[in-house]
């Protein structure tokens, strides 16, 4: 079951957005638990995806991320395309 606070989510795949696939992905890069998203950064973190496994993971994922880390941060649950127009925008070099 999904979670509709961060204080609900006592591992990860309770955050919403988040199945196995992203839970792996987490993983690799040290995130193992949900409180872990607290205070980062959703792009960097699949920045820093990429290096690791050496592929361009598809841009959807760092919105993915993005909604992780905005729920943990006390966020209401939004779905992942939600993030999509701020990860352009930054991207473009527009918010950060």
Request: proline fraction near 5%; include cysteine; charged fraction near 30%.
């Amino acid at each position: 079951m999904k979670a509709k606070r961060s204080s609900e989510a006592t591992e990860l795949k309770h955050i919403p957005n988040v199945g196995d696939a992203v839970v792996r992905d987490l993983s690799l890069l040290g995130i193992t638990k949900p409180a872990q998203l607290k205070g980062k950064d959703g792009l960097s973190l699949y920045e820093k995806l990429n290096e690791l496994t050496g592929t361009r993971h598809d841009p959807c994922s760092a919105d993915v991320f993005m909604a992780a880390v905005d729920f943990m941060n006390g966020g209401k649950p939004k779905p992942w395309w939600a993030f999509t127009k701020k990860r352009k925008q930054i991207l473009k070099g527009g918010l950060k």
